[in-house]
Structure formats: structure tokens, C-alpha cells
């Protein structure tokens, strides 16, 4: 089985060893990429947020081989008007750096426009005004790049202004080009089973992760995405399954099943780190073999048939010109 991470938060502190501020080990960002290796992770996608993180994300997909996503997530969309020349100014530097990851002997390691979209449920980092104000031209740089979108949403009041927004913009999945197998996937879905049924409509595939395993609803949407619009991610560090989680029954089967082959072994607290072992609580690349499993007992198939459409389907999306070698 083979597997692709679309979401991974990698220039996130936690993978330099710093939790909340205080530095706990060394940098193990290596050995977390041998373990994804391990587990059959063939493709990594690194998430670009904002100016200072996009440039981050570009160097360590160039240092590790991996891949990028670009853009202003809706929490970021504050620091453009900060920017000595303001939007134009912020835009400019943005496509600027694409340009010159296309134009540096052919890397093109940026492969994906994001993360951009609206979050109505963090206000206190970025106002409403100001991340309706900014995201048209953000996603028209779609259009441009001919790059596939890589969107946040979070609420459902969010959610009708991003459609009405993509609507307006008369988006579609052309966009990217004939090459291309879609136009975008909606990362870390955990809207309503209607909501999911409106992206797939239009086009779009739908991104899973640990937070899209919460809620009772949660699973009976997951149930009925269809296998050809479903992406998985880890979204890591973040969106660890807990006891919490309507989920975490079908975790606990697992860890019975497994034998824990199916596991990563990992310390308790960062302070107890070990030199090959990751972190409870901090997601990485290789733990998207669990939610695989997950996902395919939801939908009461196998693993095997999962792994390999939704491959097919994140490779269609992000690495439409390896399909076959």
C-alpha cells in the first residue's frame, strides 16, 4: 500500500523539538520522514500559511524532496495590510516566489495554492472584513499558476461565503489545466453531510483528517463521500484522534488487531523523547496509515481498496504529471 500526506504542517516548531515555546529535543525531521518511508508515505505535502512560512516550507521541501502548498491562511490574511505596499505588494512577493521555485532549474516544489479559504471561528487573529476583502485574488491565483487549490473553511456561515466566493468567481476545475484532476480539495473537512455533497458537486475533493473523526456526524458523512473525491491527511502536528473522539472505538480495535505494527512508537511527553520515536499527540506523516484503516472500516471496505483510490486521487490532484512512471 502507498500512501500520500496532502497536509503537514512541517515548518511547525514541534518538529524542531519546541512545544509552546520551549525547546524539548533536536529537530527529528528526518527520522520522521524515514518513518513515514516505513509505512508506505510515498508523497508529502508541506502546508504554506503565511509570507514568512511559505518561504520556510519552499526550503525544507527543497532540502527533504517533498512538495509545498503557497498562500495566506484566513488567520494570516492580517499581515497584508502590514506590508509596505500593501495588497499589491503582498500578492506580488507571493507570486514572485512560485516564479522563481518554477524558474530554479525546473523545481517546481510549490504545486498547490494555499492554504487560503475563511475562519470565522479564530476572528481574534483576522477579521471577517479582512479575509473576504483578500480572498478572490488569492484564489485567482489558481487560475494564473494553473495550480490546484488548497482551501480552509471553518463554520458553516464560512462555508456559504466561500461557495458564493468560488461561484462568483466562476471557479472550476479546469482552472489547473487539462493535465490537472481537479481543482482543489477543502483540507480538514468537518462540515455537514450537505456541505460535502455542494464541493463534490462542484468539483472539489474532500480532505480527512483526525478533527474530521470527532463527532458521530462526522463519521455518517464519511460514510457517504465518494471514494473518487476523498483525499486523506494528517494535518500533523495537529488533529491527534483522543477518547474523545466517536472514532477513537475504531482506534482501540485497531491497536487489538494490529498486533501494533500499524503503529509508530512514541513517548508520553516531549521531555521523554527518544532518539527514533515520536511524540503523543504530535501527528506526522506516518500516522495517516491509522487513519487510513479508519476510514476504510467506516466505510466498510478494505484497506487495500481505500490506500489505492484515494493514492490515485491525491496523485490526480497534486502530481497529475507522475500518474504512471
Known sequence: MRFADIAVNLTDPMYAGTYVGRPKHDSDIPQILTRAKDKGVEKILITGTSAEENIKALKLAKEYNLHCTAGCHPTSTN???????????????????????????????????????????????????????????LILLSKEFKLPLFLHCRTSESFIDLIKILKDLKW???????????????????????????????????????????????????????????????????????????????LKDLEIESNSNLFIKKVNKPNKWQDGLGVKGRQEPADIVVIAHIVASIKGISIEELSEKVWENSMRLFWPDEIGK
Open 79 to 137: 499581515e497584508i495590510d502590514k506590508h509596505p505596499l500593501g495588497f499589491e505588494g503582498y500578492i506580488n512577493d507571493l507570486k514572485e516566489l512560485i516564479n522563481q521555485d518554477r524558474n530554479e532549474n525546473g523545481s517546481k516544489k510549490i504545486i498547490s495554492i494555499g492554504e487560503i479559504g475563511l475562519d470565522y471561528d479564530r476572528l481574534h487573529y483576522s477579521s471577517k472584513e479582512i479575509q473576504l476583502k483578500y480572498l478572490p485574488n
Open 172 to 250: 472550476n476545475s479546469n482552472w489547473v489545466g487539462e493535465s490537472g484532476g481537479g481543482g482543489g480539495v477543502l483540507h480538514s473537512f468537518t462540515g455537514t453531510l450537505n456541505e460535502m455533497k455542494e464541493l463534490v458537486e462542484m468539483g472539489l475533493y474532500i480532505g480527512i483528517n483526525g478533527c474530521s473523526l470527532k463527532t458521530k456526524e462526522g463519521l455518517e458523512m464519511i460514510k457517504q463521500i465518494p471514494l473518487n473525491h476523498l483525499i486523506l491527511e494528517t494535518d500533523g502536528p495537529w488533529c491527534s484522534i483522543t477518547s474523545s473522539h466517536e472514532s477513537f472505538k475504531y
